[in-house]
């Protein structure tokens, strides 16, 4: 199970920055009225804690068909569709087209050198593309399906949707043309939907499986259905990280995993935060890190810049695997690392650095991960969407909507000439107008 150590978010350890307990009992009838919500499931996108109980066969068939049956696994997706998928792949199984078939390509984004690269290197008559857009109209989304549909001939065999059950474009395509389709829950938002077919389907097609971070979603549930925050881990984070942007002005949060395996998970993290609570107003920044590479690059400014930061610390018990630092060299400066190891050094770095923010009285807290494996990584997706969801409550935003992403889409929908939004393809010329200013 995942532990948290908040010492060094308190005063007592970390002085005037860190928190009191009477900063705590300013949002104690808010923490009541928020369990009450979520316990209460008071709103459909609170469904997302009920997705351990969800029915896998189907996504384990479909898993099995292509892990079987195809050399090459190509993901089309952006935003929710892709970080978590990403980062079940990055933490259990990196480097996995160098070792074996079928080799995962996820394409999130419209950047065209990198779809022309990804099509350099597969094999077309053996590749599975899985099209993954929760409302069906993704525009990035659905235009590589375009690119690929007519790259494979108008071929339905090599595709699957991953969609909506019923609503949008893509259910309709995949229900007329007879194309392989997984359900995305109605009531789950796209953010936090690695939980669903758009994350557990790649999780079964590169062997890991859906049912271990099932489990491991589930054991983090039932360890946060307390109202108290003490005995509630997921709402403790959320508390803090609210209280430190309400009450210390800190509202920027750096989260720094200390395995290279788990960088796409901070990334994950950072939409999720974002786009649930940065709306009127209120708020604060995730920021996406990687121990120890920034503490040659970011340390500083953590140290001594703005006190406008929290850090929380992803620390690994077990990597799994370690590497011995010979003792060689030892007529050397250096000569001290001999006898140690990759894993003693790493957690050196962390822990110290743990130590230097605290000492410099900069917030910071630790998660330790015991392991890197698919329960503990459904364990940390839970966690970090249930504490999202309850900074909502506290921040009294809607956790699941995102009304300034829907915006940008309808400008984009009007310059690429969608029937409807002329209006936004007007705003926008007329905008280009005022661009004066060119070096």
């Known amino acids: 199970m995942l532990e948290i150590d908040y010492s060094n978010m308190m005063s007592d350890v970390i002085g005037e920055a860190g928190l009191t307990g009477e900063d705590f009992d300013t949002i ?188 491991g979603a589930r054991e983090m549930r039932e360890h946060c259905r307390e109202a108290d925050l003490e005995r509630n881990p997921a709402y403790l984070f959320g508390a803090m990280l609210y209280l430190m942007d309400a009450r210390k002005r800190r509202n920027i949060n750096v989260m720094l995993p200390y395995a290279d395996r788990l960088k796409p998970l901070s990334e994950w993290f950072c939409q999720l935060w974002a786009e649930s609570l940065g709306k009127e107003g ?60 990759l894993a003693e050094l790493i957690t050196a770095e962390e822990e110290s650095t743990e130590l230097c923010l605290a000492g410099n009285g900069r917030p910071n807290m630790t998660i330790t991960v015991p392991v890197v494996d698919a329960a503990h990584l459904g364990q940390l997706f839970l966690f970090f969407e249930l504490a999202t969801a309850f900074a909502g409550c506290l921040y009294g935003v809607n956790a699941f909507n995102q009304p300034g992403v829907e915006e940008g889409k309808n400008f984009t929908y009007g310059m690429m000439g969608r029937e409807g939004y002329g209006e936004k393809r007007a705003e926008v010329l007329e905008s280009r107008k005022k661009k004066v200013w060119k070096a």
Not at 152 to 179: C, V
Not at 195 to 202: A, D, E, N, R, W
Not at 305 to 330: A, C, H, M, N, S
Request: net charge negative.
């Open 28 to 215: 104690e009838a808010g923490a009541r009225k928020a369990h009450e919500e979520i316990s209460g499931r008071k709103r459909p996108g609170f469904a997302f804690l009920d997705l351990p109980e969800q029915d896998v066969s189907a996504l384990k068939e479909m898993g099995g068909e292509v892990r079987e049956g195809s050399r090459y696994y190509l993901h089309l997706g952006i935003g929710g569709s892709a970080l978590g998928p990403r980062t079940i792949l990055e933490a259990l199984s990196p480097f996995l087209n160098y070792l074996r078939s079928p080799k995962v390509f996820i394409y999130d984004n419209v950047d065209p050198c990198t779809l022309e690269n990804i099509l350099s290197l597969v094999d077309l008559s053996r590749t599975a593309v899985n099209v993954v857009t929760k409302s069906g109209s993704t525009a990035e989304t659905m235009a590589s399906y375009m690119v690929m549909h007519e790259k494979l001939g108008g071929r339905t065999e090599p595709f699957l949707a991953t969609t909506d059950p019923e609503k949008g474009y893509l259910r309709k395509m995949a229900r007329d043309s007879g194309m392989r389709a997984l359900p995305v829950p109605p009531e789950v938002g796209g953010r936090y939907s690695v939980l669903t077919p758009v994350g557990l389907l790649l999780a079964e097609v590169i062997g890991v499986g859906a049912d271990a971070l099932l489990a």
């Open 282 to 341: 209120k708020g604060s920044t995730p920021y996406p890190s990687l121990g120890t590479t920034d503490q040659h690059s970011q340390l500083q400014l953590w140290m001594q810049g703005p006190p406008d930061k929290v850090i929380t610390f992803l620390r690994i018990g077990d990597y799994g695997t370690d590497v011995p630092i010979p003792r060689v060299f030892e007529d050397t400066g250096f000569g001290y690392l001999g006898g140690h190891s």
